[in-house]
Nanobody, 128 residues
Framework: QVQLVESGGGLVQPGGSLRLSCKAS????????IGWFRQAPGKERERVSC????????IYADAVKGRFTISRDNAENAVYLQMNSLKPEDTGVYYC?????????????????????WGQGTQVTVSS
C-alpha cells in the first residue's frame, strides 16, 4: 500500500521546537520530490517547504525561513521538517506530499499541484 504517514505534531509553547516526520511505505521516497504544507483553521493550505528528488533544490516559505529545515533520510525512507522558534501563527495541520515527476520545485511545488501521494496530516499547535 502506497502511503505517507506524518507524525511528530503536538502542543508546544512559543519559541519551542518540533520535528515532524513523514514516512513512506510501498514506494521509495528517495526518488520523489517532497512538499510540506500546512493549513490553519479557516485558511487555505499553504506551502511550507519543498525538496527536489535529487535534494539539490530546497525552498521555504518566507514565514519560516531561518526557522524550519527540511531533510531526507533515505535509509529510513522518510523526510523530516525541523521546526524551531515556533510562533502561534505556525499553528495548523501539517501535511507532506510526494511526487515522482515534479521537477520545477519553485514554480510547481504548490498545494494545488497533483501530488501522487499525500499524508493524512499532523496537528501542530503553538500556544502558551
Amino acid at each position: 500500500q502506497v502511503q505517507l504517514v506524518e507524525s511528530g505534531g503536538g502542543l508546544v509553547q512559543p519559541g519551542g521546537s518540533l520535528r515532524l516526520s513523514c514516512k513512506a511505505s510501498g514506494f521509495t521516497l528517495a526518488y520523489y520530490a517532497i512538499g510540506w504544507f500546512r493549513q490553519a483553521p479557516g485558511k487555505e493550505r499553504e506551502r511550507v517547504s519543498c525538496l527536489s528528488n535529487s535534494d539539490d533544490v530546497t525552498i521555504y516559505a518566507d514565514a519560516v525561513k531561518g526557522r524550519f529545515t527540511i531533510s531526507r533520510d533515505n535509509a529510513e525512507n522518510a523526510v523530516y521538517l525541523q521546526m524551531n522558534s515556533l510562533k502561534p501563527e505556525d499553528t495548523g495541520v501539517y501535511y507532506c506530499a510526494a511526487d515522482f515527476l515534479l521537477t520545477n520545485i519553485p514554480a510547481m511545488c504548490l498545494p494545488d499541484y497533483g501530488f501522487e501521494v499525500w499524508g493524512q496530516g499532523t496537528q501542530v499547535t503553538v500556544s502558551s
